[in-house]
């Protein structure tokens, strides 16, 4: 199973990406893990991502691009994968689309994580609580800038799966066990169908 999961910073795209992966044995694909992990191992990409990062910007689209290439390449990504932070702009969707058909690979979904902002704000801060600023952009002006980049470059990519009749909706503003159930009730549909 190949699926994007989508939705604005603070939404639960990474704590469902985990469900699915224990419930269904396929990879996370995390680009912002994977961009802190190049700045905690200081790598060249790591070093000119950590300010863009920090202020809540989006990394380059080449280089976000090249990152999901390869790790689409590896093995563990054989037997299918989350996509969790990517595509986030039209540009990386368009790029996905051409990575895929080459290797004759198809998406079978995609979901949207709707949560509205003021819940987003609450999360933020409480997140920012419990890990005591662990992450540099969990902060409410970060947040702000993050939330008017999704609005501005990512919101478009759900219209353009939209239009493709790919996108599926689950209210995000519930607990984590009622968004993970209408996760998994649209994935049987999407499998069974
Ligand atoms: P996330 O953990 O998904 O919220 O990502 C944290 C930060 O990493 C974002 O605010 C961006 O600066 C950067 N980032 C992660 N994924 C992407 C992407 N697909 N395109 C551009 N920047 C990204």
Redesign the pocket.
């Known amino acids: 199973m190949r699926l994007i999961l989508l939705g604005p ?1 603070g939404a639960g ?2 704590t469902q990406a985990q469900r699915l992966v224990q419930n269904h044995g396929i990879v996370q694909l ?7 992990a190049a700045v905690a191992a200081g790598t060249p990409v790591g070093q000119r ?1 950590k300010a ?10 080449d ?2 691009i090249d ?2 290439a390869d790790r689409i390449e590896r093995p563990d990504s054989a037997k299918g994968f989350i996509l ?6 039209i540009a ?1 969707a368009d790029a996905l689309s051409d990575l895929l058909a080459k290797k004759e690979l198809k998406l079978d979904t995609v979901i949207e994580i709707a949560v509205n902002d003021a819940m987003l704000r609450d999360r933020i801060a409480g997140r920012a609580k419990e890990t005591g600023g662990a ?1 540099a ?1 969990d902060t409410l002006e ?1 947040l702000a800038k ?1 939330l008017a ?1 999704y609005h501005a470059q990512t919101a478009p990519v759900a219209d353009y799966y939209r239009r493709k009749g790919m996108l599926k909706t689950v209210d995000g503003m519930g607990t984590m066990d009622q968004v993970s159930a209408a996760i998994e009730n649209l994935l049987s549909a999407v499998t069974e169908a």
């Open positions: 910073p795209k990474g995390s680009t912002g893990d994977m961009l802190r991502a863009i990062m920090d202020r809540g910007d989006l990394v380059s689209d280089v976000m990152i999901i969790d932070g990517f595509p986030r702009t990386q992450r952009d970060t993050r980049v």
